[in-house]
């Protein structure tokens, strides 16, 4: 798919773990307020391309250009593609022993404030602006004062997830299963969010395996990878067919 | 896409900022000549006009050390050192007769302290917190001496007191600490020549922060302090020490000494944010910190406190320990211990059970980056006598790179069968999960470094005096940037 100047271009991208190929080549557009959801069988590279995207130090692009708001995203470090405006999402986030949920936000709301030329916040707007998110997100205030992820459950991470997401407002959230482990309220709190962000113009790129939620998405792409290619292209029809049928493809679809 | 070690550029950077306080004071110092025999142990107590008994005292101090030989069952590298070399006494000269006040100190001094952000004046007195600062050999000055006296808390240098206050001193020093203890608090008994001593009587609740800065500044002088704190029945006060010194190419020596008492009910709180230069990148130069520390629990329900940030110093050998003597009295120990480049730090505690129902803490945190050794040596002794004691020992390691290492010598000698002893222990590395999480939200490896580690201490950093627990965190942050690679 080609658009003019779409807000994430990625050409030809092949990436390496260790010796084995994990994305084989992978080209796509996403325009600004557009959304995308990824599908594709466990191992088919869905996660690599976040990752990838992130700059995880162990996935090693071998091949290929990625190009975010006309920046050239491989050649930055992963701090420098958040702060131009890339979010993605963890399957499994990481806790922070001993380091609270609030100071840690703020110092990456901050971060990414400062490069986007804004004035940091203070303890004290910060608070004012998380407990209101945190709200609409109907999370409990008392996520904000406990440690990083320490102890939460799997839904609650990725609460905290769309918290941080609400918050740090990118250009482009790459959200990785966000709604697995999720009780029905959570999922409900990531439609309404992914909504809001889309109507300020944020792009999305969604991996799920929930019709339900896809659905509710109202996705522009719906895209098939399979052994790190991307097998095929299509709108919600895809991903109601994927879901009726499995991945199970035929050869001659998978070469569309 | 960059690796790991290139996106950690920026930390090398900030990690070979060099050491901040390493400045040295020009001032004229009326010093003895290096060398160390009796004669040094008499000029020393004859130029501080000190009464027989202490003479006495140091003399015998100075027997037995000659006698004894150097520690060696640290894990530690120590370079021997010439004591004869070493000088024992250095007094800036402006001060040969004692400052009657601040307004007499020499500005010089003034400027230095202000320089180290230990203010002796105007803008202590803002801080509400009482100072007692030692250059060299001397205290220089103590602040709010005054008001503290309203309430008859004694914050004195130990000289001070020594004039002043002789009976306590005979009666207490070496109560905790005795002059043979160990080999470098035998050196210290002999040749101390100043320090700090607080005194808070009956059910008297400090009502400020005390605190000592120490600083050591004469190219080729060993540093021997002594301080002392005597909390009587029902007291309460928190103490915090801070250090620094200039950056020099050889060793330096510092042999301290610090004695606490509490009496039945009282409380005592004793911080430590040690800062002395630690050497440099290929580990020369820098402190030889070799500190006896002791806390007496000396009454029913007593409880004494030790927290400690070392975070300079080529070498650490301090064990603030506890000896928990009345019934139900209670000991802790909260440690942070940094090293990084050659820096080796062997630290810990002893918490000594005599009473009944007497419990102790430690919780040691020890990070080690670059070429660094830490160790965690502790010991619980439980005695026949200590029914129904409880000691609970957290010990955690973090590892920054891949050159490090740290250890773990924990003893526990126990008694009794009723004793409960708990120790849980964990070495872990920060995590390249956990920085990169850091970093996909937009934290630079640094700031990500800094965060990781105060998470890592906090526990520690929670106990320490409000006013210093930022100071603490900072150095915290400087000691380690450039750490991960």
Not at chain 1, 73 to 100: C, T, W, Y
Not at chain 1, 128 to 134: F, G, L, M, Q
Not at chain 2, 176 to 204: E, Q, R, T
Not at chain 2, 420 to 430: F, G, K, N, Q, S
Request: negative net charge; contains cysteine; proline residues 5%.
């Amino acid at each position: 798919m080609t658009t003019p100047n779409p807000l994430l271009q990625v050409r030809d991208l092949r990436v390496q773990i260790g010796d084995r190929n994990i994305l084989k080549s992978v080209s796509l557009d996403v325009p600004a307020g557009s959304l995308v959801v990824l599908m594709g069988a466990n191992g088919s590279g869905k996660s690599t391309l976040g990752l990838t995207l992130a700059g995880h130090p162990q996935y090693h692009v071998t091949s290929g250009q990625v190009v975010l708001d006309g920046q050239d995203l491989l050649a930055m470090n992963a701090h420098e593609r958040a702060r131009a405006g890339l979010f993605v999402s963890f399957q499994s986030p990481p806790d922070i022993p001993g380091v609270k949920n609030n100071l840690f936000i703020r110092s990456a709301l901050n971060a990414v404030r400062e490069a986007r030329g804004q004035e940091p916040l203070d303890a004290f707007d910060f608070l004012a602006s998380a407990r209101t998110a945190a709200q609409q997100l109907g999370l409990p205030e008392a996520m904000l004062a406990r440690p990083v992820n320490e102890g939460f459950s799997g839904g609650e991470r990725k609460r905290n997830e769309l918290l941080q997401l609400a918050l740090l407002q990118p250009r482009l959230a790459f959200l990785d299963e966000i709604d697995s482990g999720m009780d029905v309220d959570g999922v409900r709190a990531v439609v309404q969010l992914v909504h809001q962000l889309r109507a300020k113009g944020t792009a999305l790129v969604v991996i799920s395996h929930y019709l339900h939620l896809i659905e509710s998405l109202e996705p522009d792409t719906v895209l098939r990878l399979d052994q790190g290619c991307i097998a095929e292209t299509g709108g919600l029809e895809l991903a109601r067919s994927i879901a009726q049928t499995g991945f199970a493809r035929s050869p001659e679809l998978a070469e569309a | 896409m960059p690796s790991p070690t290139e996106q950690a550029a920026p930390l090398v950077q900030a990690l070979e900022r060099p050491y901040q306080h390493g400045f040295v004071t020009d001032i004229e110092s009326d010093a003895l000549p290096p060398g160390l025999d009796e004669d040094t142990v008499r000029a020393i107590s004859l130029r501080k006009r000190e009464p027989d008994f202490l003479l006495q005292w140091r003399l015998a101090a100075f027997k037995r050390w000659q006698a004894m030989e150097p520690p060696a069952w640290g894990r530690l590298q120590v370079d021997a050192i010439d004591f004869q070399a070493l000088c024992y006494y250095s007094a800036p000269k402006s001060l040969k007769d004692g400052p009657k006040s601040l307004a007499e100190v020499d500005p010089k001094l003034l400027e230095t302290y202000e320089k180290l952000g230990v203010p002796l004046h105007e803008r202590a007195r803002l801080a509400g917190v009482a100072v007692d600062a030692v250059f060299d050999s001397v205290s220089v000055g103590t602040t709010f001496r005054e008001q503290l006296s309203k309430v008859g808390v004694v914050f004195c240098s130990f000289s001070h007191a020594v004039e002043h206050y002789p009976e306590l001193i005979e009666r207490y020093m070496g109560s905790v600490v005795p002059v043979g203890d160990n080999y470098y608090a035998a050196l210290n008994s002999a040749v101390f020549s100043d320090g700090s001593f607080v005194y808070i009587p009956k059910g008297v609740r400090c009502p400020m922060e005390l605190s000592s800065y120490f600083r050591i500044n004469a190219k080729g002088t060993g540093q021997f302090e002594r301080t002392l704190i005597i909390a009587e029945e029902g007291s309460h006060v928190s103490y915090l020490e801070g250090c620094t010194a200039p950056q020099r190419d050889e060793h330096q020596l510092h042999a301290a000494v610090v004695e606490l008492v509490a009496h039945d009910d009282a409380y005592i709180k004793y911080s430590t944010v040690q800062n002395w230069y630690p050497g440099d990148e290929q580990g020369r130069g820098g402190i030889y910190n070799f500190v006896t520390k002791r806390g007496l629990c000396a009454g029913q329900r007593s409880h004494i406190a030790w927290t400690q940030i070392e975070t300079g110093s080529a070498i650490t050998w301090k064990y603030p320990s506890v000896v928990l003597r009345g019934d139900d009295s209670r000991g802790e120990f909260h440690s942070i211990a940094v090293s990084n480049h050659y820096q080796q730090a062997d630290t810990g505690t002893k918490m000594i059970h005599l009473g009944r129902n007497t419990k102790s803490r430690i919780v040691s945190k020890g990070i080690s980056a670059g070429h660094a050794h830490n160790s965690y040596r502790g010991l619980v002794r439980i005695a026949p006598t200590a029914q129904g004691a409880h000691n609970h020992t957290q010990c955690d390691s973090l590892l920054i790179g891949r050159d490090c290492g740290a250890h773990t010598f924990p003893y526990i000698d126990t008694a009794r069968s009723d004793a409960l002893v708990e120790h849980e222990a964990t070495t872990t590395r920060i995590s390249e999960e956990r920085l990169f999480y850091c970093q996909q939200r937009g934290i630079d490896p640094q700031e990500a470094t800094a965060l990781i580690v105060g998470g890592f201490c906090q526990a520690v950093l929670e106990e320490l005096p409000m006013e210093f627990a930022l100071e603490a965190k900072a150095l915290l942050a400087v000691s380690l940037e450039g750490a991960v690679g």
